[in-house]
């Protein structure tokens, strides 16, 4: 018997040939001996050689040990973490109908301070291989993974995690680098292509709100052009456009202030003041402090305008009469609240005379009765002493709330004032806190303000307060 052992290059690999006579027995062990003598130990493949034993299979080549190969370690990963997009609490896929404008704001990964946004995965070191001789193979060790905290972002959990620092919108560019930008910027209009906009930070807006598209923002909103019969709130901060056409459906707020050039047919309010480098055309306006139409071009035509402090504009209404109505004196929210207590307190008012008459029906039965009611209406008197009593508490509590309302309101807006630079036309009525004026005539260079508990129409030489 001859036995050739040949080991591949690799020396992954070991082949056998056995030469001997067809008569001759051969044995499993002599075999496995001769492998040994060559060198060969690991991945040895027994049933193999027992299968050339019991075969005899004899002049060919056949493979009896195979090594291990090692496998390469994985390189190390940043794993975004984008949270499944839900359109009020059910997810967009599962709606039977879809808005169109809400769909591109999928794509936008809007992230919280705190939340994480991405996981680092390290490298792995791979696993050893072992070759037909025993020798070990090493491994090729993972790559760590590319990384670059940019901006308002920050390792957590041993470097295992990262968070944004704060409210935003995740960006993960392809160079590794991973930032949160509290800025949202479009290049072009809002419009099905962006879909609505609701982000944590500030938006700024190349072009256009096209009609019937929200954009809110609890930093300021800056738009480049129009905002068409859309609705635009900065919740914290101001908003700022080329103009507002509102279209009669078209609202803008803003916590602090909101700016334009011109205005035309919208709701528009403001914590503090709407400043308007031009015209407001037929619009509901609402500041907290001050609105003021600037230039040559600042004219006031049709609406209702309220203010806090002063409302000022180089023309006021216009020559055809159109009705204009200006409020100030108090907070829009004041007006609206004080509202709401008058007509609470006429409504409380009149249940209780109601009451009061019933009461007084049953009281006259009880002195006909000697102090007593019929059965059935003993219950009803107690209702009707306990509904009157709750009433008089209401009513008081109005009273006293109206009351601090307007003595809160005639010490801070005394000087509350109404300026036309130029000209106050006929069919404008002016309200000053609770006092109102109509004018019907053409005036030039007015001021109106309250003196002695009567509004008062002066002369104006003075400068824009803008």
């Given at each position: ?28 062990e002599d075999l496995l001996s001769q492998l040994k003598s060559h060198g060969v130990v690991y991945g040895i ?210 916590k602090e202030e909101v700016r334009a050039k011109f205005v035309e047919n919208a709701i528009v309010e403001a ?42 504009a180089e023309e006021i209404g216009s020559e055809l009469g159109v009705g204009t109505h200006i409020e100030v ?138």
């Open positions: 018997m001859k036995v050739q052992v040949k080991v591949s290059q690799d020396a992954l690999e070991a082949h056998m040939i056995v030469s001997a006579e067809p008569t001759e027995e051969i044995s499993k493949m027994e049933d193999a050689i027992e299968n050339i034993v019991k075969s005899k299979i004899f002049d060919k080549p056949v493979l009896v040990a195979v090594g291990k190969k090692p496998v390469d370690g994985k390189d190390g990963q940043v794993v975004i973490i984008r949270p499944e997009q839900t359109e009020g609490g059910q997810s967009v896929a599962d709606k039977g109908k879809i808005d169109l404008r809400e769909l591109p704001a999928r794509m936008r990964t809007i992230v919280r301070t705190g939340q994480i946004v991405a996981e680092i995965i390290p490298p792995t070191e791979g696993e050893e291989g072992r070759n037909v001789l025993g020798r070990v193979l090493k491994p090729k060790p993972g790559k760590p993974p590319q990384l670059k905290l940019g901006r308002n972002v920050k390792l957590v959990e041993d470097g295992k995690k990262i968070v944004a620092a704060v409210d935003g919108i995740l960006i993960a560019a392809a160079d590794g680098t991973i930032d949160v930008n509290e800025v949202l910027n479009v290049q072009g209009d809002v419009d099905y292509s962006t879909g609505n906009i609701d982000f944590p930070g500030e938006v700024h807006i190349k072009g256009d709100v096209k009609p019937g598209f929200t954009v809110k923002a609890k930093g300021d909103v800056a738009v480049g052009g129009v905002i068409e019969a859309a609705t635009v709130v900065s919740f914290e901060g101001s908003v700022s456009a080329l103009g507002i056409k509102g279209r009669e459906k078209g609202i803008v707020k803003a914590g503090k003041a709407v400043i308007i480098d031009g015209p407001i055309t037929n619009s509901q306006i609402k500041a907290g402090e001050k609105v003021i139409a600037k230039g040559n071009k600042g004219v006031i035509v049709g609406g209702t305008i309220s203010a806090g402090s002063y409302v000022e004196g108090m907070e829009p929210e004041e007006r609206e609240r004080m509202k709401v207590l008058k007509a609470q307190l006429e409504l409380d008012r009149e249940n209780l005379n109601k009451l009061v008459a019933v009461y007084k029906t049953l009281k006259e039965i009880m002195d006909r009765n000697q102090g007593k009611l019929p059965p059935d209406k003993v219950e009803l008197f107690r209702k009707v002493g306990q509904s009157m009593i709750n009433l008089r508490n209401n009513i008081e509590v109005a009273e006293r709330e109206l009351e601090e309302i307007q003595k809160r309101i005639r010490e801070k807006y005394t000087f509350a004032k109404v300026i036309a630079r130029r000209v106050l036309h006929p069919g404008v009525e002016i309200s000053i806190f609770d006092k109102r004026y109509y004018n019907d005539k053409a005036l030039q260079k007015v001021l109106v303000v309250i003196e002695n508990e009567q509004v008062r129409i002066g002369g104006y030489s003075g400068g824009s307060e803008a």
